[in-house]
């Protein structure tokens, strides 16, 4: 069975716990202690050498970091990754506009307040909001006339998408600018395989 | 055929320029005036919801964003695209890196150095600095026992980390810190089919 090192606050290994209960993939899960290092110590950097969870380890020992690299990978072969070039370039697509503007923005907003340093770098926390808001009005415009992120049904692009868009008021944003986000965020938590996180952490 | 709205000096547009000259595809490049918001207009909105280039827009006017989306479509069939799912979970883990961890980093100290808002907004410039020698730091250990990021031969993963890595200089980092990356850099200008930018912009 493949390893999924991660941790309970991460969002980016929840995308990968997300897509296994869809999938009904059974996956290891094995906690790294990242507020003790455990993720920057040499063992786990020869794993990734960024020095970050999710990493997912095959069988044969083969590491893969990056949450949606490991999303791509697991969900090779279902329904939620279409095979025709086109169709799968527009999951693609949503699937780095997340990594490039949702993640950065609302992901370091996130943990700023988690940690309360949010008020000892004010501007930092200040411009991730206006770039986060930038990045919330563009989903918002996209899905006030689409269903789901990428094609007309729940794709992997929908599962990432999901995983930061879901935390955005722990993380400061006010989410009443955004109706269409509100609305699909609904749409994906009506999913039958749907899990709030596995491991029972709300935000 | 496909036209590629682009700026010249959009580094996240010089990615499909380079991919480009190593196929030998033919795109019409037309440039879009981002300091007269030309790309937050609603005809291009319509192309983008995220109101940024580039975009490759088909021949049937299918449009798609985000550049890493538009590399990989324009390599399919390549021999810079690997079609084994592992080799290729292995180019995309890089290229998910460079959009979440490298991008954001040195683009925006970039952009905030390029318009002089460096010394406006300080601290989120530093903080940017910090994140970005985090990212380097990793692709400098990665790089120190590997020619190539994400395999053993160029791919489309070197094409995008390097369009943010050859910029980080302009971005105000020290790259004497990152040996391995430096000779990288190197050995992706010496090939046969690079350009520095087809638009002659040196930054």
């Known amino acids: ?35 003790a290092g455990e993720s920057r110590q040499a063992d786990f950097l ?25 999303v791509l990978f697991l969900a090779e072969g279902s329904a939620l990754l279409p095979v025709d ?18 993640l950065p923005n609302i992901g370091l907003a996130r943990m700023l307040k988690l940690t309360g340093r ?10 991730r909001i206006e770039a986060g808001q930038d990045a919330l009005a ?4 996209h899905l006030a006339g689409n269903d789901w992120a990428a094609l007309g049904r729940f794709t992997v692009a929908d599962i990432v ?16 600018a955004y109706p269409a986000v509100v609305a699909w965020r609904r749409r ?3 999913l039958p395989a749907h899990i709030a996180s596995d491991w029972g952490f709300a935000a």
Chains 1, 2 share one sequence.
């Open 46 to 70: 020869a794993k990734n050498a960024a020095g970050k969870v999710p990493v997912l380890e095959l069988e044969d020992g083969t590491c893969l970091p990056e949450s949606n690299a490991i």
């Open 85 to 102: 070039t086109l169709e799968r370039a527009q999951v693609l697509r949503w699937m780095f506009f997340e990594q490039s503007q949702l």
């Open 161 to 176: 998408l999901y995983a930061y868009a879901s935390v955005a008021e722990v993380a400061g944003f006010d989410m009443a």
């Open 1 to 35: 069975m493949p390893i999924l090192y991660d941790n309970p606050v991460s969002r980016n290994g929840y995308k990968a716990r997300l897509l296994a209960s869809h999938l009904g993939l059974s996956l290891q899960v094995v906690s790294k202690d990242l507020r």
């Open 138 to 141: 563009a989903l918002d415009r």
């Open 188 to 190: 994906v938590e009506a």
């Open 118 to 127: 949010d008020a000892q770098r004010p501007d930092v926390y200040a411009q």
